[in-house]
């Protein structure tokens, strides 16, 4: 986590966290194959965080700071890797800006038969175990297409 201080007030805020196991996109980009063992989730979580949530005081926005904070965050960060999902990133540049590439859309389909990405919508993927999630969101995550970004931060580790 980092925050961003405008004199004695903090005006926003980075949170980094452990990245989900199974990310169709990140085995894409990062040419990764096979089955996930105790050791290659140790791998991943050494070499690689998600950039989960960054929030600017709303006084703040508009201003081109988000940008320039999230890039000195994630470079500061001692990760070599970091990545972002973000709905927004359709209409936003804003992880361009940043740093990050753009790697492609995690699209999520309501009527397609592939269980690969129900879990985005209440179902354990690879199970028929149902997860407990509410009616709207649900309905929110349902057509979901979020945008995943990678940060190489190879350089500054």
């Known amino acids: 986590m980092t925050l961003l201080w405008h ?9 980094f966290c452990t990245p989900a196991l199974s ?4 085995r894409k980009f990062f040419g990764l194959s096979g089955r996930r063992s105790k050791l290659s989730c140790r791998a991943l979580n050494r070499q690689l965080v998600t950039l989960s949530r960054v929030v600017i005081v709303p006084k703040y926005r ?3 700071l988000a940008s320039r904070f999230v890039r000195l965050s994630c470079e500061s960060c001692q990760w070599p890797w970091i990545e972002a999902v973000a709905e927004m990133g359709k209409v936003n540049p804003f992880f361009e800006r ?10 999520v389909h309501k009527n397609s038969s592939s269980k690969k990405h129900a879990g985005i919508y209440g ?4 199970t028929n175990q149902s ?3 509410s009616a ?3 309905r929110k995550s349902e057509y979901a297409e979020p945008e995943y970004f990678v940060f190489d931060n190879r350089g500054q580790c």
């Open 131 to 133: 997860v407990k999630l």
């Open 62 to 64: 508009g201003a081109g």
């Open 7 to 15: 004199k004695e007030e903090p005006i926003g805020i980075c949170v």
């Open 136 to 138: 709207e969101s649900h």
């Open 98 to 107: 940043a740093g990050f590439q753009r790697v492609g859309s995690m699209e």
């Open 23 to 26: 990310l169709g996109l990140r």
């Open 123 to 126: 179902t354990k993927p690879g």
